[in-house]
């Protein structure tokens, strides 16, 4: 049996590291640029502008290679046939297996999404709402500093460098993170403690207020 087919094929998860570690420079470039691309253009343009521009640019580069093959047919007359015919061949439906799939993973986790937030806003834990109003409380400054696509290409951004960064400088000392778990967990133990006991209080002072069971 041949090597090629007993090989297995790379999980996309193996793909994705692939390309945020840019194993292959010329694969993440174009994907790197394109995203990048795609989002400038959708914080300086509406959706619809880009969608239609991209559109414009497939079809003018299509339409200008269709024309050239057929001329240049003509002239050597050539019966080569459609220049795109072993793409138009191919199916592009997708499996309605794969669509059940993630459909149910996407399910599961919009269900657990919902169940969260249920229990978030209606106090289910007074620590867990607290931090929660934290968080959110933080993120109005965030979005009072950054629109959702500038977080978007920042993101990107950071993905597509740091990883690389992170593998090429990981045993240089002088970028070498000096905290270790222990210590960070030693501070979050304490942040903890402190909430809890800002939490007791209230709970103290807050009339049928239940502090919850140890």
């Not at 793909?15 to 790197?32: M, P």
């Not at 015919?85 to 059940?100: G, I, N, R, S, T």
């Not at 990107?156 to 222990?182: G, V």
Request: net charge neutral; charged share 20%; hydrophobic share 45%.
């Amino acid at each position: 049996m041949d090597n090629k087919d007993s090989q297995p094929s790379p999980n996309w998860k193996d793909q994705v590291v692939d390309l945020l570690y840019w194993r292959d420079v010329k694969n993440t470039g174009v994907v790197f640029g394109a995203s990048l691309l795609l989002l400038l253009s959708l914080s300086m343009c509406s959706i619809i502008s880009v969608l239609s521009y991209v559109a414009l640019a497939l079809l003018s580069v299509t339409i200008t290679f269709r024309i050239y093959k057929g001329i240049l047919q003509a002239i050597q007359k050539s019966d080569e046939g459609h220049p795109f015919k072993q793409y138009l061949d191919q199916d592009v439906a997708l499996p309605a297996e794969v669509v059940h799939k993630y459909s149910d993973l996407a399910l599961g986790r919009i269900n657990t999404t919902i169940i969260e937030l249920r229990r978030l806003f209606l106090v289910e834990d007074l620590v867990d709402s607290l931090k929660f109003a934290v968080f959110m409380w933080i993120l109005t400054y965030v979005g009072a500093l950054f629109n959702g696509l500038t977080l978007l290409i920042l993101g990107l951004i950071s993905a597509f460098s740091c990883p690389m960064l992170y593998e090429k400088h990981q045993h240089d000392p002088f970028l070498q993170i000096h905290l270790e778990k222990t210590q960070i967990d030693h501070y979050v133990g304490l942040v903890n403690s402190q909430i809890k006991d800002i939490v007791g209080k209230i709970q103290a002072k807050m009339p049928g207020a239940k502090k919850k069971a140890e």
